[in-house]
């Protein structure tokens, strides 16, 4: 399965950063391969709106099935439903702890938005 | 959990705030301009301690006159674009001004042709995509700038929003997140944030994930018109709200009316400001009130220490 | 004639300038509120409502049978409102400006315009004077299309005074915007000399005449009237720091009725905004293009 953590930075060991449409970078995990790749998130940390939304554009053309972050607002969460990517949040530490949590079945999947739109 | 201490303690990357390590924002807002945010958010900043202070008032910012900041960095907000028409290729179809529905493009007479408004563009791109001849460019605009400056008061974040820009709530953003940044390095205690007027999208840029907001309103019947209109707002987003009337002896009860009003939207009292001549001698000094002193200068006092009960409780 | 009341800073008495001219001018007035984040006009003016009407922008709806998904939609929009994901097109109604662009570019025709619904324009009459404000929906973003819609509503003919927005951005802009005389409204403090200057070089970028009226005169130091002198520009009126005026504002009293020393002052602007010079041919919406002429 094709998986996208947010990220601080390229590699697995990186920190994951909470937010999905201003996060620095994501960081795409292929689980039955173990192949990995990083993307930078231009697109949302540039948008002036619709950030979620741009970012949620972005991992949908990297072939992302599931993605895991900190948290999701209400905009990124549709455009996230509509491409089809499961959406797991509550996620840190590292990329690769982040990924383990989801192995291990740790992390919950997300039914709704878990924070209020940000306006920036 | 492996990643909060680090993050809590380490310089972050340009842009990065750990949301579990947050530094608490207390946004001041009014709903009416001119209600004396500006003149509380700066007696606030001298009386705080370890706190960075970030004007998102940025369409006619104030508080700078009487922090009198250090300029240590300054930056371009460059922010969307705008449609400027090459008049050497226009062959005046006019199919820009039929498209544009901003009403920036003007027709000239003599010699025939069209012009855009910069003042109106709005950088949709609509005339740029379907200008037959391509003759309309698309620049990036610079709408303002942003700084980040010492002052006797502590770290200041604070802007300028370009004549004519687009108000939309970016910049408003871009200075609350470098605060963020300044308040994780120093490890402030607090931020402060002298928000803008109305209840439009630089406000909810302003408030949205504040710990609380504190309404300065006055007794007035616009006040408190104006009050309840951003008392639903933070309602909106879910955000503590706290009020506190200024100028409070020049009607007061319409000063009690307005805490009633307040309390029925669910916002804590937080104390009342007293019409005091001095408030206007400290602008004119460019000082804030409470480093002149005098009955506002008290009243102001014990107003913060109420909202530091308010945010801890 | 088209006058515009506008400051740099909030709080300085646009309103107060505003209803007070209005009640002051011989004949009839259209006063438009255009400050539509917080309007006021209304609680001075007790005007009699007239009439109501939902104002919306338009957004786009995508007809899913006839879209192909191509995005071409989605690469015209600057505001990341519409975007193709998975197999659907999804629109951010929240974020569009009403462009009506990607409904352009649609090969397919696929898209068409809804409203949605941002504020209201509302309608009333007091005295001699017809009041339309905009009101924004608590929670809306987008402003200037609400207050160019106010402004749609202004008569062609006879005396149009605008209450605008505080600042000098874009919706102060679409406000002051094809107005013949901008009154700015000031008072003599550091802030408000701040605030002055930058609102003196929006409306002479603008191209439109103007002149300034100091509130609470006396109130705090020279810096103001100093400014005014040295950059040329005409004070039409002072209006003493008074508490009475102070109270019978905050209960929500006209000055003109509620204290009669006052009426000479207000009367005073309404001949000076009376006797200024007709509309010529130019009007100051082309006579602003100084600014753009390549």
New interface residues.
Partial sequence: MKVVVTSMGEGVDSEVDPRFGRASKFVLVDTETSETTSADNSAGVDATHGAGVQAAETISRLGAECLITGHCGPKAFRALQAAGIEIYTGASGTVAEAIEQLRSGDLQRSGGPDVGGHWG | MSGRDSLSTSLPIAGAQAMHARVPELVVISGKGGTGKTSVVASFAELAHDVVVADCDVDAADLHLVLAPEILESHLFVSGHEAVIRQADCDSSGTCKAVCRFDAVMEIERPRGFVIDPLACEGCGVCVELCPSRAIDFPERTCGEWFLSTTRMGPLVHARLGIAAENSGKLVSIVRNEARNAAAANGSSMILVDGPPGIGCPVIAAVTGAAGVLVVTEPTVSGAHDMERVLELAAHFQIPAAVCVNRWDINPEGAESIEARARNHGAAIVGRIRYDAVVTRAQVAGRAVVELGGGAADDIRTVWDHVQRWMEG | MIVAIAS?????GK?TVAVNLALSLSGDVQLLDCDV??P?AH??LQAEPAGHEVVGIPVPEVDGDLCNQCGEC?R?C????I????T?V?V?P??C?????CA??CPENAIREVMRPIGVVEEGHARNVHLVQGR?Y???????PLI?EVRAKGHEEGMVLIDA???????M?AAV?GSDFVVLVTEP???GL??LA?AV??VR??GIPFGVVINRAG???DRVKEYCAAESLEILLEIPDD?RI??A????LTLVDAIPDIRPLFASLAAQIEALPPITAERP??K??A????
Avoid: M, W
């Fill in positions: 740099g800073k909030g709080g300085t309103t984040e917080a006021n609680l001075f989605s015209l600057q505001y990341n409102a975007a193709v994901l998975g659907s999804v951010f929240e974020l400006h009403g462009c009506g662009g352009l570019v924004l608590v929670g809306e973003a987008l402003v200037p160019r927005p505080p600042g000098t951005s874009c919706s802009i915007r403090t550091p802030f701040n605030d930058l070089e929006t970028t603008l109130s705090g130091d508490r102070a109270e504002y905050a209960r929500g919406a082309e602003s293009l600014h753009v002429r390549p």
